[in-house]
């Protein structure tokens, strides 16, 4: 077993993280000494997660992201345990449906808002008043690519990480100067959750990126650790496009 680095007196609370992108958050955050609360839905795969992570170091929190009373008590239990909450990664999201919006159903739009917006502001809120307002810190609300463009198919799912790009300017000018708030936009990630996406097709999903692969969750965990860090101190109200140079391909020629 390799051995963890000190601890560096953080803490942080990662949501949605007992697998994919959180986890590669909380392992990068981990790598690196900082203590974490990971929540998830699956009270085993979530358990799991904190085995594999150290629970030495990390502790889990099983509930919905859009139910009030999880996220009081994910903020609860991360202050109970570690006395701070420096970092907020808002991971937690989902996208039930794929279709276009002329045909979706109203009543599946509010529950991607619920889970990928509201969710992010909800543990945004309680963050801040728990530690961050008196003490500082950072957020990072995980966005994507396709919140940036139309995107065919998964269109409730492009509105709702349009919404949270703007909910992070929103809040990096509000808790200034005390909280830096970012965002990642990562294209397609190699994960269960993005599935759908790439499987049975990897290689020809990957062919279109400059890059010539997907993203892995340790990419995007690296940039969380990086714009929760000291080397980010000037950084605030951004979205930093993490996607292989898939973006590249947007323009003519």
């Known amino acids: 077993m390799t051995e963890l680095p ?14 994919g992108i959180g986890y590669g958050v909380a392992e990068a955050l981990v790598a690196r000494g900082d203590r974490v609360c990971i ?15 150290g629970a030495d170091r ?33 991971n937690a999201g989902t996208n039930p449906v794929f279709g276009p919006i002329a045909d979706l ?17 909800g543990f945004a809120q309680r963050t801040w008043h728990a530690w961050q307002k008196e003490n500082g810190g950072a957020i ?30 929103q809040l990096a000018h509000e808790y200034a100067p005390r909280v830096r708030v970012n965002a990642i936009a990562p294209a397609v990630v190699k994960t269960k959750f993005a599935q759908a996406l790439y499987e049975g097709r990897e290689e020809e999903a990957a062919a279109s990126y ?17 714009l929760t860090s000291q080397q980010a101190d000037w950084i605030t109200g951004q979205t930093l496009v993490v996607d292989g140079g898939i973006f590249l391909n947007a323009g003519l020629g």
């Open 210 to 226: 400059p890059l010539a692969r997907l993203g892995v969750p340790s990419d995007i965990g690296g940039t969380a650790a990086f």
């Open 39 to 53: 929540t998830g839905r699956g009270e085993d795969a979530l358990k799991e997660a904190v085995e594999r992570l």
């Open 105 to 121: 159903d109203l009543n599946v739009a509010r529950k991607v808002f619920e889970t990928n917006v509201l969710s992010a502001l």
């Open 6 to 19: 000190a601890l560096s007196g953080k803490a942080a609370l990662v949501t949605g993280a007992s697998r």
């Open 140 to 169: 990072v609300n995980i966005a994507s690519v396709a919140g940036l463009s139309a995107s065919p198919f998964i269109g409730a799912y492009g509105i709702s990480k349009a919404a949270m790009i703007n909910l992070t300017m």
């Open 58 to 90: 990390v502790i889990g929190v099983a509930g919905k992201a859009h139910d009030e009373e999880h996220q009081a008590a994910a903020v609860e239990r991360t202050m109970d345990a570690f006395g701070r909450i420096d970092f907020l990664v808002n």
